[in-house]
């Protein structure tokens, strides 16, 4: 079973650069969306980003201008550059790849936000 592997966490200055990658322990065929969700302790998921088929991008508002999703098909990679980070995207984030058929999930990885 394909797992989902995420890095790129860590701890950050306000103001400052991450960039999270998401890589898949073998191939997934019919990706139709790859994005990123965000989880706070006692809060449900919460969408971040999205690529879909043709390239189109959507983000949540909080967000939009400061991070980027991209993605590699060949490698069936997701990444999401962050920059001008706040402490309010103090977060486990997670990467999701969905088919026709199932979606995925990887375990997370924490990004904080603190001076």
């Known amino acids: 079973q394909v797992q989902l592997m995420e890095s790129g966490g860590g701890l950050v200055q306000p103001g400052g650069s991450l960039k999270l990658s998401c890589v898949p322990s073998?191939?997934?065929?019919?990706?139709?969306?790859m994005a990123w969700f965000r989880q706070t302790p006692g809060n449900e998921r919460e969408f971040v980003a999205k690529i879909v088929g043709g390239g189109q991008t959507d983000y949540v508002e909080s967000v939009k201008g400061r991070f980027t999703i991209s993605r590699n098909l060949a490698r069936n990679q997701v990444y999401l550059q962050m920059n001008t980070l706040k402490p309010e995207d103090t977060a486990v984030y997670y990467c999701h790849i969905k088919t026709p058929w199932r979606a995925y999930w990887g375990q997370g990885t924490q990004v904080t936000v603190s001076s």
């Open positions: 073998g191939s997934i065929s019919g990706i139709v969306a």
